[in-house]
């Protein structure tokens, strides 16, 4: 079995846990961003 079929079935499988984590990781990423271009040069 390949890497991504087992990715992609896990990710089905545990969908509510991987919305979880994509929220997760967009609120950083944005916050991230928002750090970023508020600070000083």
């Known amino acids: 079995m390949s ?3 087992l ?3 896990n990710l089905l499988r545990n ?3 991987s ?3 994509l ?3 967009g609120i950083g990423l944005v916050a991230i ?3 970023a ?3 000083p040069m």
């Open 3 to 5: 890497t991504l079929s």
């Open 7 to 9: 990715a992609l079935r």
């Open 15 to 17: 969908r509510r846990r």
């Open 19 to 21: 919305l979880t984590t």
């Open 23 to 25: 929220l997760a990781m």
């Open 33 to 35: 961003w928002c750090l």
């Open 37 to 39: 271009a508020t600070s």
